[in-house]
């Protein structure tokens, strides 16, 4: 195996000299973007990649590979075919882990397609139902726990996605729900959650340590539902997050669904997940999907790991902008982001 590191102003160009140095079958192992250190104002992207032959390009292949050539068909110019090659520039230029691409295009191509010759709308097709596939959706409100959780970085939207929750399951599902804070730190936390729940008419509890939580939620009934709001931790507040992890583990009733904002960067994400990685997390909820144009960085922490997804929300409006993750919904918002040409 040849393993090289390309780098170039920007990921078309880095996967351009990728191509034309190993040829379309090299394999990206990672992608990284930083600064050119003579020129800090400029980017720079830096790729590893590698073949397991030598290529012997001017040789074996042409400068622009037969199957992405126009066809003549005798009628008019067509649009030019897809292959394996230009679909994982495509996917890894739209952002998608390399890790992520790679698995996906070898199973695209064992099952020989998109092969030469496949138009955009039918490689969309298939790379729709591979997403499809490999999503992984929860509905904790079907088997689920009878408390939930939510938990997650300060500001993510925990508080405001508790009352779109109680509003759809009191009001649509007739769910008796109580709504409970733990987060007794920030001022005003309180006041938030009780305004919401002197709205949609709804109880409100306070527990203050984790001896209290526990009767809270360990007398609910079959039709019942507690939804408990938490305060908001850093992954670095080791402190804090020690209390959290007290109050989520005080009962086995309790599920916790980790809220994450699309709007976080990706390296930030990771250390998220993997700091509430250590609470017993039921699933991932998406929050303000609609504040931000680049979903990919989200998609990439959660799908290829099989995370389960249970909400997506995208605005601000109480109940209105909540909706359950459904595989479907999440494989177009990625085939939505990614660029074709
Ligand atoms: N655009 C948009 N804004 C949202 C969404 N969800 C929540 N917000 C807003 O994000 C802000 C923070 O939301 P909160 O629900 O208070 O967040 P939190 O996680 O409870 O915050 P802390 O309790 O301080 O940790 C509020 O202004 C919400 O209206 C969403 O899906 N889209
Ligand atoms: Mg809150």
Redesign the pocket.
Known sequence: MQIRRFEAGNMQEALKRVKAALGPEALILSTRSSRDPHQPRRPRVEIVAAVDHEPHLENRRPAVPTDLRPRNTGRCAVEPAWDTGRLQEALLASGLAPGWVNPLLRELQAKKTPGAGTLPGRVQERLLQKFSEAVEVTHPGAQGKRAWA?V????????????KLAAHFSLKLAKKVTLITV?TY?IG?VE?LQTYGRILGLPLRVASQPEELKPLVEGLGDNELALI?????SPRNTVMFQELQDFLTVSPVIGSHL?L?ATTKESDLSSIIARFGCLPLESYVC?????TEALIPLFNQLVPQRRPLSYL????RVPE?LEPATKSRIAQLIIDQIQWN
Do not use: H, M, N
């Open positions: 939510l997650g970085p300060t500001g993510a939207g925990k508080t405001t996605t508790i009352a987060d920030r936390a938030q709001d938490t305060a908001g931790s809220v904002s929050t303000k999907l609609d504040e929300t995208s605005g601000q902008d």
